[in-house]
């Protein structure tokens, strides 16, 4: 069975590993820490502006997500493959959003590739395809707080 709990610190090493496998939207850990992005970073993340979640399947963490309440967004979202169409996707999404709803964010973005599996995850769940990024890589999606949401 498929459990969702809370990230924490402790769980770095896993959320590297779960996102260098990815296949969509691969990036190596070079290419992340070019960007600004370590484990060291994303840690302190969660005691900052950020809260995590994390999929396990016994016991090993398969998929997370991240949600940061500075930016209003959905700072990242990965399964790691093998363990995809198993509902983990959809799961750790509605917890972050839930989470960004629950602080008081009225609009939350994202941006994912442009014609990827994830643009059509995004989309079949409301997500607003509203362009492209600013150097014209990705796409950016927003979604609005519904007005039953409260």
């Known amino acids: 069975m498929i459990s969702y709990r809370p990230a924490q610190a402790a769980d770095m090493a896993d959320l590297t590993r779960v996102r260098v496998a990815v296949t969509e939207n691969a990036l190596n850990?070079?290419?992340?820490?070019?960007?600004?992005?370590?484990?060291?970073?994303?840690a302190q993340s969660f005691l900052e502006d950020s809260k995590g979640?994390?999929?396990?399947?016994?016991?090993?963490?398969?998929g997370f997500s991240?949600?940061?309440?500075?930016?209003?967004?959905?700072?990242?979202?990965?399964?790691?493959?093998?363990?995809?169409?198993?509902?983990?996707?959809?799961?750790?999404?509605?917890l972050a959003v839930d989470w960004l709803w629950a602080i008081g964010v009225d609009k939350i973005w994202l941006t994912t590739g442009p014609a990827t599996r994830a643009a059509g995850f995004y989309s079949r769940r409301g997500w607003i395809r509203k362009g492209r990024t600013g150097d014209g890589t990705d796409d950016l999606y927003e979604l609005e707080?519904?007005?039953?949401v409260t």
């Open 29 to 42: 850990l070079e290419q992340l820490l070019a960007r600004g992005i370590s484990p060291e970073s994303v």
């Open 145 to 148: 707080r519904p007005a039953s």
């Open 53 to 62: 979640w994390v999929a396990e399947l016994d016991g090993r963490i398969c």
């Open 66 to 94: 991240i949600a940061d309440r500075k930016s209003k967004s959905i700072f990242a979202l990965f399964v790691e493959p093998g363990f995809e169409n198993r509902g983990m996707g959809g799961r750790l999404l509605n």
